[in-house]
């Protein structure tokens, strides 16, 4: 804690420290249309996103403009396949049609120029909330809360369900929610936010220490449902990122986001519990076409270039994760496309360190899309994919970057010998730090000289490594890899060995431990 220069104010957030609402750019123009739809009984439509983000955001708008009196609001969500990212033309005939006077973006909005004059034109005023990169100038909506405004100063890094969460608090201090109830949506703004990939420092932390509190007596059946059918017993980042988040994106990837949606709003237990099983088939069905894509790609092999681009039918709803697979095993920025409908190709891209996917896109003419610096949509005509593959590449080179691998590389926050270190006590200290994630990352542990005492192959394809090691104290502790390179297998009893590590406590038969999970072996 020390080295990373951890303050009281960070192991011990207050929520009374998070900055004023009314302070992002547009709010109290924002609120004061939404409190007038309110008064007059109005018709309210929250249009979101088809991601964890998205789902959790709208649940949050709609639930905290329920909160300050209005009617039961409608929410409507994109369909990944048909309609892609951002606001839909659907949305104009839904709004038109089901009388609603009032669109509330959550999660998008911030360049959708076209469709909120739509809007105007049929005299529905849009209040745009939303986290991604916009421009100098801003849609003619009422308002457009977004803290990657030009002209704000605080801090930007919150997902679209924090900026929703944000309305919420707004309404507190207008007196139309009773202080503290808007506590109860913090659940989600937590899950939104790490799955999200959000930075968890500033108001993030204080939004991520508060909401695992809530995560942990949640009262959404739907969350309780899709937690057991996921085997979580513990609460935490892991749970969150590996666990909760991939069942609820995997509705809109395979399927409907409305999926999600439904699961984590129903206040049914056998609806949750119906939703959660779904769920659980998407995810395996996911992971399946996932692996399946990757394989395919591993085997064809790519271009040697800065950047990974290639281009298949696989679908849709994975591409995004197949990206990131490549980066994790390629260490380079990774663009994936299928083909769609009219000869084009739309697909994902994943990136680390000073490349920027949301910049390099603006830069080549040749694509449409958008997003953030990590992760971003892309839609290319099929025949000029090659043009696409030079022009980023070449604007990659441009840049001149050096070193980008360092991004990726782990280091240790501690060099350990002594494993009699590693106590449930520490462990417990250890959670303190919860959530992890981007900007406040998991403790790595340097194993030092450990010396190697058993190395086992282990699972069903032989392919994940038991490891037994010993410390200068002589204590022993049980190390684990999944998936393990083949070299790791080559390590000999007696053989001594610097391991990067992070800890977990594992029960089993009613006994609790302490081991590691292997990063690399040094």
Known sequence: MEKRGITADFLHPEYEKLPDPLLLPDMEKGIERILSAIDKGEKILVYGDYDVDGVTASTVMAEALELAGAAPVEIMLPDRFADGYGMSPKLIDRAVKGGFSLVVTVDCGSRNFEIIDELNKNKIDTVVTDHHECEDEVPAAVAVINPKRKDYTGFRDLAGVAVAFKVAQALVLK?????????????????????DNMALVDENRILGFFGMKVLEKTRRVGLIELMRNAGTKKINSEAIGFQIGPRLNAAGRIESAELALKLVRTKSRVEAAALANQLEELNKKRRTEQRAAVEEIKKRGFDDEPVIIVSGQWHEGVLGIIAGRLVEEYKKPAFVLTEVADGMLKGSGRSFGEFNLAEALAAVPVASGGGHAGAAGVRVEKEKFEEFKQEINDYYKSLKLKDQERFLSESADLDVRELGDFSLEFLQELASLEPFGEGNLEPVFCLSEVEVVEPR?????MNHLSLMVRGDDNKTMKLLAFSAPEQWFRLMPGEKANILVKIFANEWNGVTSVEGRILDIL
């Open 457 to 461: 192959r282990i699972g069903s394809e």
């Open 175 to 195: 007196g139309r929610i009773p202080a503290g109830q808007e506590k109860w949506l913090l659940d989600l703004v937590l899950i939104g936010t790490i799955c």
